[in-house]
């Protein structure tokens, strides 16, 4: 096949995947979560399911990704997947998150009032929560599995397909895109869930773009998913 057929071949397998991310991933996810709370009381598997439904979902979506990369004949840095730079400023920012991740573990090793504070804020989240030693375990690989393919996704390929379809787009308008899309992938823990991830996900765009890789993000990102396993006060759910 030729190099301009594969090449729009990729391009609309890339056009469908933005369609999901867009538009397909706030309403499954939201029916896909609403659906897991309903079950919870009655199916002691449905938490692993749904983690194990995650992992095969994202990892599918980045295995799609880099084929089109492939048959586009485009390098992986195109998606941020280099080695990039850690210079001051870069670093100034990687130390912010840093401390942003570990300041509610030290608050609330001290402050019992923080520590329900927590609890409230992670009640739109509950479902998740993992209770059993075999769900902490898959929800660390779901933790792993987010940092990884949500970075490469939301990140590294919609900033590149949003420059790449609209051609003289800033790359700051493709950051904030990017993390307003992130956000609303989060649609099911509520308006004010969208909020903060689309904010958390300007961030860690920001951090992209300062590095140019995605190597901060993504271990920034696994590392604030992988913190409710340890965060005082965030009660995991009864044992089902």
Not at 65 to 94: H, K, M, N
Not at 174 to 192: E, P
Request: charged content about 15%; hydrophobic content about 55%.
């Amino acid at each position: 096949m030729p190099a301009d057929a594969l090449a729009g071949v990729a391009l609309a397998v890339q056009s469908a995947i933005a369609l999901y991310l867009v538009v397909g991933e706030p309403i499954l996810g939201t029916r896909s979560y609403r659906r897991l709370l309903a079950i919870l009381d009655s199916d002691p598997a449905a938490r692993l399911n749904f983690y194990r439904k995650i992992v095969i979902l994202e990892w599918a979506l980045v295995f799609l990704v880099l084929v089109t990369l492939r048959l586009a004949g485009e390098p992986a840095a195109v998606i941020g997947l280099t080695s990039g730079r850690l210079d001051s400023e870069a670093l100034i920012l990687v130390i912010a998150l840093a401390a942003g991740i570990a300041a509610p573990l030290i608050i609330g090793a001290f402050s019992p009032g923080y520590r329900e504070a927590l609890q409230r804020q992670m009640e739109s989240v509950k479902g998740l929560l993992p209770g059993r030693p075999d769900e902490r375990l898959w929800y660390a690989l779901v933790a792993i599995t987010a940092g990884v393919c949500e970075e490469i996704l939301f990140r590294g390929f919609l900033i590149a397909y949003f420059m790449k379809v609209v051609p003289g787009l800033p790359v700051v308008a493709a950051l904030i895109l990017s993390g307003a899309v992130f956000g609303m992938a989060h649609l099911y823990q509520g308006w004010g869930g969208v909020m903060t991830t689309g904010f958390l996900g300007i961030m860690l765009g920001v951090l992209y773009l300062y590095t140019g890789s995605l190597v901060w993000p993504i271990v920034t990102h696994a590392l604030l998913d992988l913190r409710v396993l340890a965060l005082p006060g965030v009660k995991p759910p009864a044992s089902q």
